[in-house]
């Protein structure tokens, strides 16, 4: 398996577009995450889904922020209107349900996005 | 509130035995995570714990204590590329995984 695919791998915009961030899971995972990576915040849970549907958005820092998994093999981060201050590292990952005995799971490469 | 609590350096010389702490408190547990993320790099899965006690994969061993909520992660045999950040992380009560903030491992010749 390829492992999570996620493109762009850099985003550079300017305030007040539309950015979308794309991810292709692993195969046969039922679950899907995304998180976003600052230095000031560290890595944080935006939103999952499980079997393509969300489950805890609590993390989506803002109503700019919306997510979607139409299917099993790709979801969408967008957010609209961005502002320099979601400039991060988006990363997408998967995991497969094992039944609780073990949680592993397996992070895209992710997308690197700064806006101006 | 949920914290987890690591050390934000550790140096170490090649060939020699680090142990990286980790302290949380969460609402709920499942499980300890250990994830590994070189920079530039992605977060990769180390190891996890259910339960007490110490997980060995091969230079790598991670320890719980539940009841002290306390863990640590344990690198044999450092080599150069072991340099990263090393992120512990809780499986909550909501079945989330709940990130530190990493401790970053600088080995040296």
């Known amino acids: 398996d390829a492992g999570v695919i996620q493109s762009p791998r850099h985003e550079v915009t300017e305030m007040g577009q539309e950015v979308t961030l794309r991810c292709k899971p692993i195969?046969?995972?039922?679950?899907l995450f995304w998180y976003r990576q600052t230095m000031m915040r560290g890595l944080e849970l935006l939103i999952y889904?499980?079997?393509?549907?969300?489950?805890?958005d609590s993390g989506m820092p803002e109503d700019r922020f919306s997510a979607k998994m139409p299917n099993a093999s790709f979801s969408t981060l967008k957010i609209q209107p961005s502002e320099p201050r979601d400039s991060a590292v988006y990363f997408c990952?998967?995991?497969?349900?094992?039944?609780?005995?073990?949680?592993?799971?397996?992070f895209g490469p992710g997308t690197r996005l700064l806006v101006l | 509130g949920q914290s987890l609590e690591q050390p934000s350096e550790v140096t170490a010389v090649e060939g020699a035995i680090v142990q990286m702490n980790c302290t949380y408190q969460?609402?709920?547990?499942?499980?300890l995570s250990w994830y590994q993320q070189h920079d530039g790099g992605a977060p990769t899965f180390l190891s996890y714990?259910?339960?007490?006690g110490l997980e060995e994969t091969g230079r790598f061993s991670s320890f719980l204590s539940r009841s002290d909520s306390y863990g640590y992660l344990l690198l044999q045999e450092l080599q150069m590329k072991d340099s990263a950040s090393y992120f512990c992380?809780?499986?909550?009560?909501?079945?989330?995984?709940?990130f530190g903030s990493g401790t970053r491992l600088l080995v040296r010749p």
């Open positions: 990952a998967s995991r497969q349900n094992t039944g609780g005995s073990r949680e592993t799971q397996y």
């Open positions: 195969s046969g995972h039922d679950y």
């Open positions: 889904f499980n079997n393509n549907v969300p489950i805890d």
């Open positions: 969460t609402s709920g547990f499942y499980g």
């Open positions: 714990n259910a339960l007490d």
């Open positions: 992380a809780v499986l909550d009560s909501s079945y989330k995984l709940i």
